[in-house]
């Protein structure tokens, strides 16, 4: 291009004047054609056929003309807007080139990567890897939890789709809400001894990292975040004229041509250029003043404050300009990033690079020399020996092996290495002397030869160079010399050379371009037999392409040229092909995106005429140079910089949106700079900057793109500070465009702003950007306010904030019916209705606790935001309340699956400080009071029909605590217990009245239970036997175990919590305790009767009774003939295994062990008295020897067994014990005198060693 009004997308160039008339041609001959219809028009209406056809062929014409003339305009359009990017381009490269307003600004906040949609998918898929147990991360159940929690409800959100689409999403964002989310969930969890909840969270938020980074390589992570944070450091001028050259669409070697043409290289000249502007300032400013030319102000008083900030503007220039060093010119502004390993070539961008030096090139060469044959040997006989030797310059000779001259072939080969691109090889043909003196062969003929890698590599003659008064004059020598190629020669050959920095003069020479490494290429010039380049150029930055012949330039036929900022390099060899073989092997070594194109025509002569091929994008024909130079010449003072200037921000704006950060439409340093020194420089006013940066801001935000609502509080706030003036640098002009543009995106911005509050969850989803609602709610304060210094009444914003959450209801309602795929049938099953409203009141319940968790940041702005987020959730509520109704309508009487959805609702609104006992709560409860009762009312009828039926057919089998009936009965008063309880009913009046009620239904049932057992029991022992037969049944443990269950189950069912001390001894605690005393008593009293059965058959040996003396005098007689077992033995062993198998049975079958021990108590005393009685009784009369050994034995047995039971020694030793202990103790005595050894052993003081 050197046409500023090419295209790069037309493919070609064109004239304007050929365009025109090409856009002239096509009307004409249409209005030919309209005159020709309009004459035969008669003769086309009286032949019918043909003249249908002859319409439809006009209308075809008529319509591929219309798209012609549409082609031809959008074409011509896309010229002028090529062009104005141009213009603007040449401004930005002055910039850029000599600043001296502006500084890249270091205090800017650091961007993040962007989320793409591919990084999403990988995302989700590490967390749900982490999920199904894949990953080799250890992590508790509780963390766990928190992943699945953040997973399901963020990372599976539409909205976290739509923020990652809209590019304003980075991973800090992913972090931050997981960190918000866990931080709430850890600040719930008890306190641990030794483990602080902050440790707990830094090792929460390290697990989460792992699983965010999966199996990446952490290297190579490390470095691209390194190279992707470049862009948002402070840029070299390299990498600024890299980044306006996409912004703008400039093609390299456009850049490199206006770099050239403007000679930004050239310090001198940027300040002269400055200059130049500054005083074309001050003249159209004076021009203005002299012509009254002003543009429209508000008021006509500013036309002098105008031309004052003109004036002022200029000045100020020329004194940031008047304030740089001479010496330096402007600033170098080489800011050298720090060299990385990772990437050199991309982070030093501007800088100059390393500069290769001659040693750094080297060449290494293998050269074949095969020596074939020697022809035209006359002046030796041929019977004599003749050899050749061969040698490269500066290295090794060799020598073939010796032939007859007559034969002279050889067929030899020699090897050579040299780092010489042009050596030189000798072969010289030597016959071996005859002379008795000769100390050398005689040399016959030479031949020196300069090969290239570009030589032919067979054998051919080469005329050797003799003496001069030799016969062989036609001495020739067959040979081949091949030389190899190393692989960093990229190309070689001869051509002719003109450069500004490097040769100088226009001559040829010997180059070769050499790969120094992966990215360094040279293009080298070489001498013979040296080894380094005579002079060398660096082909990083140019770019190479085709030319046509230079005038002037003798040598050479065809033309090529290498370009750069500051230099250009012209080329020349013989031929066409050499010529593309140069271009193709410079422009892989280049690098550069333009690839040339070889002309279509080679008819070009150097100077001597001929055709010329159409000029090349890189070529400096007359034409172009003046395309070039309109440019640059063009006056900055007399272009509207204003809308050049709008261009550029939109463009700028529009790279920084699609590039890899997470801008929110905040530039970068390096754009920041260029478009302040922009302004600064051609005079842009503040004002139509930023409302031009308001449009384009608000564009992308229509758009749902994420963009900083504080970014838009800055540009309105300091254009309304404009134009109310209240400027803080004091009053200035206003125009009356900037006034209207100014209320115009005053008017959009509220309707954006509106719109944003009413989409607030999908604006700012899940809270991010971070502290954006507040930043909105602000601005939207700050929109209502008519002027600078009134403020808003509080009741209007509150009012404005109302309106919008109202909608936002509404909306928010709506896509939660979408998402949930809820559609309202009013034939759906009741079972399916119902559980579509648990689903939706999930869904609702998650959206009120976002909105509570990430958009709350309003009370920070405002201190009603709380009281209107709450009307809000009401209103949002109210629209599930009419679904919820609906649903609750149709199902069946006496259902109760709706108690889980008020369980649902209830536990989320009791424990809202604004929604709990608000208008939906109430009418919730409204709703479900009926149901509570009504469901009582079946459960206390249920209970009791189950206790009378239970207890008719009840079996007294143990079951857990108790019997099936009892065991029945208090699970299913606990279950109601704790059903109602866990309603956690809100309204305190009718929540103790439902406890009252259970309490006391609880409390009579228990009582019926109690009556009912123990009625059982005496019916029981009423049929038991009082003989030592007696063991106590099951059925009656049963029956204990019942009553003491029902005591334990009474303090948590039947006692009412009043807040003081529990009282435990009610009603239902006496009955249960006088029953177990009647119980006990009874069962007492029957093993007392058995006992007193014992003693009674005891009595009949009383002394001076019959019985007593007829059976002494039997005993006594059978002894004398048969074994007679001792005496006592049998009754006394059938009550002591009595006692203790009972005892057994109480033990075992009976749960509770201090009633046990209390029933052992009361039988051991009601014992003791028992036998102290009946010896009292016969305190006169001598105990018979049955009788002593009887009760010796009977009390032994019995004080050891209870003993054994664990009675207490109080107990046991009792005045009872002690009475009847003594009185045994004195019948042993009295009848150890009498009878001797009549007791057979059986003795008190004994009683411890005696076998059981």
Same mark, same amino acid.
């Given at each position: 291009?050197?046409?500023?009004?090419?295209?790069?997308?037309?493919?070609?160039?064109?004239?304007?004047?050929?365009?025109?008339?090409?856009?002239?041609?096509?009307?004409?001959?249409?209005?030919?054609?309209?005159?020709?219809?309009? =004459?035969?028009?008669?003769?086309?209406?009286?032949?019918?056929?043909?003249?249908?056809?002859?319409?439809?062929?006009?209308?075809?014409?008529?319509?591929?003309?219309?798209?012609?003339?549409?082609?031809?305009?959008?074409?011509?359009? /896309?010229?002028?807007? #090529?062009?104005?990017?141009?213009?603007?381009?040449?401004?930005?490269?002055?910039?850029?080139?000599?600043? +001296?307003?502006?500084?890249?600004?270091?205090?800017?906040?650091?961007?993040?990567?962007?989320?793409?949609?591919?990084?999403?998918?990988?995302?989700?898929?590490?967390?749900?890897?982490?999920?199904?147990?894949?990953?080799?991360?250890? =992590?508790?159940?509780?963390?766990?939890?928190?992943?699945?929690?953040?997973?399901?409800?963020?990372?599976?959100?539409?909205?976290?789709?739509?923020?990652?689409?809209?590019?304003?999403?980075?991973?800090?964002?992913?972090? /931050?809400?997981?960190?918000?989310?866990?931080?709430?969930?850890?600040?719930?969890?008890?306190?641990?001894?030794?483990?602080?909840?902050?440790?707990?969270?830094?090792?929460?938020?390290?697990?989460?990292?792992?699983?965010?980074?999966?199996?990446?390589?952490?290297?190579?992570?490390?470095?691209?975040?390194?190279?992707?944070?470049?862009?948002?450091?402070?840029?070299?001028?390299?990498?600024?004229?890299?980044?306006?050259?996409?912004?703008?669409?400039?093609?390299?070697?456009?850049?490199?041509?206006?770099?050239?043409?403007?000679?930004?290289?050239?310090?001198?000249?940027?300040?002269?250029?400055?200059?130049?502007?500054?005083?074309?300032?001050?003249?159209?400013?004076?021009?203005?003043?002299?012509?009254?030319?002003? !543009?429209?102000?508000?008021?006509?008083?500013?036309?002098?404050?105008?031309?004052?900030?003109?004036?002022?503007?200029?000045?100020?220039?020329? =004194?940031?300009?008047?304030?740089?060093?001479?010496?330096?010119?402007?600033?170098?502004?080489?800011?050298?990033?720090?060299?990385?390993?990772? %990437?050199?070539?991309?982070?030093?961008?501007?800088?100059?690079?390393?500069?290769?030096?001659?040693?750094?090139?080297?060449?290494?060469?293998?050269?074949?020399?095969?020596?074939?044959?020697?022809?035209?040997?006359?002046?030796? =006989? !041929?019977?004599?020996?003749?050899?050749?030797?061969?040698?490269?310059?500066?290295?090794?000779?060799?020598?073939?092996?010796?032939?007859?001259?007559?034969?002279?072939?050889?067929?030899?080969?020699?090897?050579?290495?040299?780092?010489? !691109?042009?050596?030189?090889?000798?072969?010289?043909?030597?016959?071996?002397?005859?002379?008795?003196?000769?100390?050398?062969?005689?040399?016959?003929?030479?031949?020196?030869?300069?090969?290239?890698?570009?030589?032919?590599?067979?054998?051919?003659?080469?005329?050797?160079?003799?003496?001069? %008064?030799?016969?062989?004059?036609?001495?020739?020598?067959?040979?081949?010399?091949?030389?190899?190629?190393?692989?960093?020669?990229?190309?070689?050959?001869?051509?002719?050379?003109?450069?500004?920095?490097?040769?100088?003069?226009?001559?040829?020479?010997?180059?070769?371009?050499?790969?120094?490494?992966?990215?360094?290429?040279?293009?080298?010039?070489?001498?013979?037999?040296?080894?380094?380049?005579?002079?060398?150029?660096q082909l990083e930055g140019y770019t190479v392409d085709y030319c046509d012949p230079q005038p002037g330039l003798q040598g050479g036929r065809v033309f090529f040229n290498a370009v750069k900022e500051g230099d250009l390099v012209m080329f020349a060899c013989d031929d066409e092909p050499d010529r593309v073989l140069w271009v193709q092997a410079m422009y892989r070594a280049t690098g550069q995106s333009y690839k040339p194109v070889p002309p279509l025509q080679n008819k070009t002569t150097n100077c001597?005429?001929?055709?010329?091929?159409?000029?090349?994008?890189?070529?400096?024909?007359?034409?172009? #140079?003046?395309?070039?130079?309109?440019?640059?010449?063009?006056?900055?003072?007399?272009?509207?910089?204003?809308?050049?200037?709008?261009?550029?921000?939109?463009?700028?704006?529009?790279?920084?949106? %699609?590039?890899?950060?997470?801008?929110?439409?905040?530039?970068?340093?390096?754009?920041?700079?260029?478009?302040?020194?922009?302004?600064?420089?051609?005079?842009?006013?503040?004002?139509?900057?930023?409302?031009?940066?308001?449009?384009?801001?608000?564009?992308?935000?229509?758009?749902?793109?994420?963009? $900083?609502?504080?970014?838009?509080?800055?540009?309105?706030?300091?254009?309304?500070?404009?134009?109310?003036?209240?400027?803080?640098?004091?009053?200035?002009?206003?125009?009356?465009?900037?006034?209207?543009?100014?209320?115009?995106?005053?008017?959009?911005?509220?309707?954006?702003?509106?719109?944003?509050?009413?989409?607030?969850?999908?604006?700012?989803?899940?809270?991010?950007?971070?502290?954006?609602?507040?930043?909105?709610?602000?601005?939207?304060?700050?929109?209502?306010?008519k002027d600078i210094t009134t403020p808003v009444p509080p009741v209007d914003m509150k009012n404005l904030v109302q309106r919008c959450l109202e909608k936002a209801a509404r909306i928010n309602y709506s896509q939660l019916m979408e998402y949930a795929q809820i559609k309202e049938d009013s034939q759906a099953a009741p079972e399916k209705r119902l559980e579509d409203m648990m689903r939706l009141g999930e869904l609702c319940i998650d959206v009120l606790q976002q909105n509570d968790e990430h958009h709350?940041?309003?009370? &920070?702005?405002?201190?009603?935001?709380?009281?209107?987020?709450?009307?809000?959730?009401?209103?949002?509520?109210?629209?599930?309340?009419?679904?919820?109704?609906?649903?609750?309508?149709?199902?069946?009487?006496?259902?109760?699956?709706?108690?889980?959805? +008020?369980?649902?609702?209830?536990?989320?609104?009791?424990?809202?400080?604004?929604?709990? %006992?608000?208008?939906?709560?109430?009418?919730?409860?409204?709703? +479900?009071?009926?149901?509570?009762?009504?469901?009582?009312?079946?459960?206390?009828?249920?209970?009791?029909?189950?206790?009378?039926?239970?207890? &008719?057919?009840?079996?007294?089998?143990?079951?857990?605590?108790?019997?099936?009936?009892?065991?029945?009965?208090?699970?299913?008063?606990?279950?109601?217990?704790?059903?109602?309880?866990?309603?956690?009913?809100?309204?305190? &009046?009718?929540?103790?009245?439902? /406890?009252?009620?259970?309490?006391?239904?609880a409390s009579d049932m228990m009582e019926a239970c109690v009556k009912r057992t123990k009625s059982a029991f005496d019916a029981k022992m009423q049929k038991a036997s009082k003989s030592t037969d007696f063991r106590v049944p099951l059925s009656v443990c049963t029956m204990f175990n019942v009553l003491m269950d029902a005591k334990k189950q009474c303090s948590k069912l039947c006692v009412l919590d009043t807040g003081q001390e529990q009282q435990y001894h009610s009603k239902i605690d006496v009955l249960?305790?006088?029953?177990?005393?009647?119980?006990?008593?009874?069962?007492?009293?029957?093993?007392?009767?058995?006992?007193?059965?014992?003693?009674?058959?005891?009595?009949?040996?009383?002394?001076?009774?019959?019985?007593?003396?007829?059976?002494?005098?039997?005993?006594?007689?059978?002894?004398?003939?048969?074994?007679?077992?001792?005496?006592?033995?049998?009754?006394?062993?059938?009550?002591?295994?009595?006692?203790?198998?009972?005892?057994?049975?109480?033990?075992?079958?009976?749960?509770?062990?201090?009633?046990?021990?209390?029933?052992?108590?009361?039988?051991?005393?009601?014992?003791?008295?028992?036998?102290?009685?009946?010896?009292?009784?016969?305190?006169?009369?001598?105990?018979?020897?049955?009788?002593?050994?009887?009760?010796?034995?009977?009390?032994?047995?019995?004080?050891? $067994?209870?003993?054994?039971?664990?009675?207490?020694?109080?107990?046991?030793?009792?005045?009872?014990? &002690?009475?009847?202990?003594?009185?045994?103790?004195?019948?042993?005595?009295?009848?150890?005198?009498?009878?001797?050894?009549?007791?057979?052993?059986?003795?008190?003081?004994?009683?411890?060693?005696?076998?059981?």
């Amino acid at each position: 291009m050197l046409d500023p009004s090419s295209s790069e997308d037309t493919g070609g160039e064109s004239d304007p004047e050929v365009v025109e008339e090409a856009a002239r041609k096509p009307a004409s001959l249409s209005g030919k054609r309209a005159n020709s219809s309009r =004459a035969g028009g008669q003769q086309r209406e009286s032949a019918a056929p043909g003249g249908a056809a002859a319409k439809g062929a006009r209308d075809g014409a008529d319509a591929g003309e219309d798209e012609e003339r549409k082609e031809r305009e959008r074409i011509q359009r /896309e010229e002028e807007e #090529r062009k104005t990017k141009l213009q603007i381009y040449v401004f930005v490269l002055r910039c850029i080139a000599y600043p +001296f307003n502006a500084k890249q600004p270091t205090d800017m906040a650091r961007r993040q990567q962007k989320v793409n949609k591919q990084q999403l998918q990988a995302v989700k898929e590490r967390f749900l890897a982490f999920l199904n147990g894949e990953t080799q991360i250890v =992590a508790d159940e509780a963390f766990c939890n928190a992943v699945r929690s953040y997973y399901e409800g963020f990372l599976k959100s539409e909205r976290v789709s739509r923020m990652v689409q809209s590019g304003g999403c980075s991973a800090n964002d992913f972090r /931050e809400v997981f960190k918000k989310n866990i931080e709430r969930r850890i600040r719930s969890l008890p306190e641990i001894d030794g483990l602080s909840k902050e440790t707990v969270l830094s090792s929460w938020i390290a697990k989460y990292d792992a699983i965010y980074r999966g199996e990446e390589d952490m290297r190579r992570q490390t470095q691209r975040a390194h190279l992707s944070a470049v862009s948002e450091l402070i840029l070299s001028k390299e990498q600024l004229y890299e980044m306006f050259q996409q912004i703008l669409g400039i093609r390299k070697f456009e850049h490199q041509l206006l770099y050239n043409a403007c000679q930004l290289d050239n310090v001198d000249e940027q300040a002269a250029q400055i200059r130049r502007e500054l005083d074309g300032r001050l003249q159209l400013a004076e021009k203005i003043a002299r012509e009254k030319k002003y !543009p429209k102000f508000i008021s006509a008083d500013m036309e002098a404050l105008y031309m004052e900030e003109l004036r002022s503007s200029v000045n100020l220039l020329m =004194a940031n300009l008047e304030s740089l060093p001479v010496s330096k010119g402007g600033p170098d502004f080489k800011q050298k990033l720090k060299r990385s390993p990772l %990437n050199n070539s991309f982070l030093d961008i501007g800088d100059e690079g390393d500069i290769l030096s001659k040693s750094d090139v080297v060449l290494s060469f293998t050269l074949e020399i095969v020596i074939v044959e020697v022809q035209g040997l006359k002046s030796v =006989a !041929p019977n004599r020996i003749v050899y050749c030797t061969m040698e490269v310059e500066g290295g090794e000779k060799l020598q073939t092996d010796q032939a007859e001259a007559a034969r002279p072939q050889w067929e030899t080969q020699g090897d050579f290495t040299t780092t010489h !691109p042009l050596p030189s090889v000798k072969v010289k043909l030597f016959t071996e002397s005859t002379g008795v003196l000769a100390l050398d062969d005689k040399e016959l003929g030479r031949v020196v030869l300069n090969p290239t890698t570009n030589g032919p590599k067979q054998a051919e003659f080469h005329r050797m160079v003799v003496a001069k %008064n030799s016969q062989d004059t036609e001495l020739k020598i067959k040979l081949a010399v091949r030389m190899d190629k190393p692989p960093n020669m990229k190309h070689s050959g001869y051509l002719y050379t003109l450069g500004q920095r490097v040769w100088k003069r226009w001559k040829k020479r010997y180059f070769v371009l050499v790969q120094v490494s992966q990215y360094t290429f040279a293009m080298c010039s070489y001498r013979e037999k040296k080894a380094e380049p005579q002079e060398l150029m660096q082909l990083e930055g140019y770019t190479v392409d085709y030319c046509d012949p230079q005038p002037g330039l003798q040598g050479g036929r065809v033309f090529f040229n290498a370009v750069k900022e500051g230099d250009l390099v012209m080329f020349a060899c013989d031929d066409e092909p050499d010529r593309v073989l140069w271009v193709q092997a410079m422009y892989r070594a280049t690098g550069q995106s333009y690839k040339p194109v070889p002309p279509l025509q080679n008819k070009t002569t150097n100077c001597r005429g001929g055709i010329q091929k159409p000029a090349s994008p890189i070529s400096l024909d007359p034409s172009q #140079r003046q395309g070039v130079e309109e440019l640059i010449s063009a006056a900055p003072c007399r272009l509207d910089h204003a809308a050049l200037f709008s261009i550029l921000q939109k463009h700028t704006l529009q790279h920084r949106m %699609n590039d890899s950060f997470s801008c929110l439409g905040w530039f970068s340093p390096g754009q920041v700079f260029v478009l302040d020194e922009y302004c600064a420089r051609y005079g842009v006013r503040g004002c139509h900057r930023h409302l031009s940066y308001l449009k384009g801001l608000m564009d992308y935000s229509e758009n749902n793109a994420l963009v $900083d609502p504080t970014l838009l509080h800055y540009s309105y706030a300091f254009c309304v500070s404009h134009v109310h003036g209240n400027r803080p640098d004091g009053m200035g002009t206003v125009t009356a465009e900037e006034k209207e543009q100014f209320e115009a995106i005053r008017s959009r911005l509220m309707a954006l702003l509106d719109n944003q509050i009413t989409h607030f969850r999908y604006c700012f989803p899940f809270g991010r950007p971070d502290g954006a609602l507040k930043a909105t709610l602000s601005l939207q304060e700050r929109v209502l306010m008519k002027d600078i210094t009134t403020p808003v009444p509080p009741v209007d914003m509150k009012n404005l904030v109302q309106r919008c959450l109202e909608k936002a209801a509404r909306i928010n309602y709506s896509q939660l019916m979408e998402y949930a795929q809820i559609k309202e049938d009013s034939q759906a099953a009741p079972e399916k209705r119902l559980e579509d409203m648990m689903r939706l009141g999930e869904l609702c319940i998650d959206v009120l606790q976002q909105n509570d968790e990430h958009h709350s940041e309003g009370r &920070e702005a405002f201190s009603w935001w709380p009281e209107l987020m709450a009307e809000h959730a009401e209103s949002f509520l109210s629209l599930y309340r009419a679904d919820m109704d609906g649903a609750l309508q149709v199902q069946p009487v006496d259902s109760w699956d709706s108690f889980p959805l +008020f369980q649902l609702l209830n536990n989320f609104l009791r424990t809202d400080p604004h929604l709990c %006992n608000g208008t939906f709560h109430k009418h919730l409860q409204d709703l +479900f009071v009926p149901l509570v009762v009504r469901y009582i009312d079946l459960m206390e009828s249920s209970i009791a029909q189950s206790i009378h039926r239970g207890f &008719e057919q009840e079996t007294w089998q143990s079951v857990n605590n108790g019997s099936a009936t009892s065991e029945d009965l208090f699970w299913k008063l606990d279950a109601l217990q704790m059903f109602v309880l866990d309603l956690h009913w809100p309204e305190p &009046e009718f929540a103790k009245h439902l /406890e009252q009620r259970l309490k006391l239904m609880a409390s009579d049932m228990m009582e019926a239970c109690v009556k009912r057992t123990k009625s059982a029991f005496d019916a029981k022992m009423q049929k038991a036997s009082k003989s030592t037969d007696f063991r106590v049944p099951l059925s009656v443990c049963t029956m204990f175990n019942v009553l003491m269950d029902a005591k334990k189950q009474c303090s948590k069912l039947c006692v009412l919590d009043t807040g003081q001390e529990q009282q435990y001894h009610s009603k239902i605690d006496v009955l249960i305790d006088e029953s177990f005393k009647e119980m006990i008593s009874s069962l007492i009293s029957k093993f007392a009767g058995v006992l007193d059965g014992a003693l009674s058959k005891l009595s009949r040996y009383d002394e001076g009774t019959f019985f007593s003396s007829f059976l002494s005098f039997t005993v006594k007689a059978a002894a004398k003939y048969v074994e007679v077992p001792k005496p006592g033995m049998d009754l006394a062993d059938t009550y002591i295994t009595f006692i203790r198998q009972n005892q057994d049975i109480l033990r075992d079958r009976v749960n509770d062990e201090v009633y046990v021990e209390d029933v052992f108590d009361q039988w051991y005393t009601g014992s003791m008295k028992a036998v102290c009685v009946w010896l009292t009784d016969r305190l006169d009369l001598q105990l018979h020897t049955y009788q002593l050994k009887t009760l010796i034995k009977i009390v032994k047995k019995t004080y050891r $067994d209870f003993r054994l039971q664990g009675v207490l020694d109080g107990t046991l030793n009792n005045k009872s014990y &002690e009475t009847v202990y003594n009185r045994l103790t004195v019948e042993e005595a009295t009848a150890a005198v009498k009878a001797g050894d009549g007791l057979q052993g059986i003795s008190m003081r004994d009683s411890d060693e005696e076998d059981d």
